[in-house]
Every structure is written in structure tokens, then in C-alpha cells.
T-cell receptor, first 113, second 116 residues
Framework: GNSVTQMEGPVTLSEEAFLTINCTYT??????LFWYVQYPGEGLQLLLK?????DKGSNKGFEATYRKETTSFHLEKGSVQVSDSAVYFC????????????FGKGTMLLVSP | EAQVTQNPRYLITVTGKKLTVTCSQN?????MSWYRQDPGLGLRQIYY???????DKGDVPEGYKVSRKEKRNFPLILESPSPNQTSLYFC???????????????FGQGTRLTVV
């Protein structure tokens, strides 16, 4: 079956530091890959996505590149802000006409001033 | 405004007392699903529905029921709640993907359920 593995948190950084959250996946076929963000007390919001190999998703300064050869979709941001403190979920969806998402366990990011 | 609305946001109940958590979306999405979120386990899918009157089990369906009588609504029913169903629940909706294009899932704000 499908699975997503992401680094455990919490990840604690100072403002303006560089962020990487690792994500690797196992899937049959060629899935679409997503990063969702959950701010405290809220539901999940789509942060970025990539639908095929070598695609780069980007939004709000965050980027992730779909690497088929390493089955990875690592999230990066060059300079984090306190407002980026949240839980980040990597997820995949098979390109089969269905929209079921398989999530990683989430990584909490804490950014201090 | 496009949104998924869940009610209630917080609920404390006793073991065995039937409850329903409502979910409604205003985006004419075909696909709706329920997830539970537990510490260290991430989000796990409970049930999903691809259209009206079409529902199917996800990864952790035991102890839950759903119905899809209308396209916009997808209630989650716990006939006899137990303490191990204490969790944070999310409803989500999206259009069905087609070919190699998958569409964004929109999530409700969550329902924090405590069963004592």
C-alpha cells in the first residue's frame, strides 16, 4: 500500500533560519504529492503540490521538488518567520481518478524570534 | 466563500450516547471524506464518498457510520461512542481527480470529541 514518511518533530528554529522538512513516499504508479499546513486550532490548508516528476511546487516562500528517483518531496524555505510555526503534513494521492490522500504523521515547526 | 463547515467544534459526551457530527461544503464537490487525527499517528481516513449514495470504508471505519443523501452534506455518526474514539476529526471535500490531475482537498476546522 501507499505510505508517507516524514521527519519527526518538533523542529525548532530561530527566525530567518533555513528550513528543511524531509518527506519520502512509497506508492504504486505515479502519485501527486502535497504539503498541507495546519495552524494552531485550524484545519489543514494546501500549501503546495506537484503532480509529476521534477515538478516544483511553491507558495509563500516554501518550495518542494518531486524527485521520482529518490521518492522524495522535501519541503524547504530559505528564511522562516514566527508566523510559519505550524504542523506540516506531507501527503500523496494516486492519479487514478480518486482523491484519497495518504498522510505522513506531521512535523511540528516552532520558530522563535 | 468556499468552505467546509463542521459542527460542533467541541463535544464532550458519555460512552454509548449516539452522536452525529455534521459536515457541509458549498463547492459542489463530488468527493467527501472523514479523517481522525491522533498524536503520533497523523491523519487516518475513516470513510469516504465519491458521490451521492456512494460511500466506502477508509483505513479505520470501525465504530463509525456515514451517509451521503445530498451532495453537500456528509455526516459522521457514532452509534455507541467509546473512549478510544476520543480524537480530533476533520471533514474534507474535493472534486474527483481525473487522469494525472488531482485536485486540492478542502478541510473543515475540525471537531474535538471527548468520550468519557
Amino acid at each position: 500500500g501507499n505510505s508517507v514518511t516524514q521527519m519527526e518533530g518538533p523542529v525548532t528554529l530561530s527566525e530567518e533560519a533555513f528550513l528543511t522538512i524531509n518527506c519520502t513516499y512509497t506508492a504504486t504508479g505515479y502519485p501527486s504529492l502535497f504539503w498541507y499546513v495546519q495552524y494552531p486550532g485550524e484545519g489543514l490548508q494546501l500549501l503546495l503540490k506537484a503532480t509529476k516528476a521534477d515538478d516544483k511546487g511553491s507558495n509563500k516562500g516554501f518550495e518542494a521538488t518531486y524527485r521520482k528517483e529518490t521518492t522524495s518531496f522535501h519541503l524547504e524555505k530559505g528564511s522562516v518567520q514566527v508566523s510559519d510555526s505550524a504542523v506540516y503534513f506531507c501527503a500523496l494521492s494516486e492519479n487514478s481518478g480518486y482523491s484519497t490522500l495518504t498522510f505522513g504523521k506531521g512535523t511540528m515547526l516552532l520558530v522563535s524570534p | 466563500e468556499a468552505q467546509v463547515t463542521q459542527n460542533p467544534r467541541y463535544l464532550i459526551t458519555v460512552t454509548g450516547k449516539k452522536l452525529t457530527v455534521t459536515c457541509s461544503q458549498n463547492m459542489n464537490h463530488e468527493y467527501m471524506s472523514w479523517y481522525r487525527q491522533d498524536p503520533g499517528l497523523g491523519l487516518r481516513q475513516i470513510y469516504y464518498s465519491m458521490n451521492v449514495e456512494v460511500t466506502d470504508k477508509g483505513d479505520v471505519p470501525e465504530g463509525y457510520k456515514v451517509s451521503r443523501k445530498e451532495k453537500r452534506n456528509f455526516p459522521l455518526i457514532l452509534e455507541s461512542p467509546s473512549p478510544n474514539q476520543t480524537s480530533l476529526y476533520f471533514c474534507a471535500s474535493s472534486h474527483l481527480g481525473s487522469g494525472t490531475v488531482n485536485t486540492e482537498a478542502f478541510f473543515g476546522q475540525g471537531t474535538r470529541l471527548t468520550v468519557v
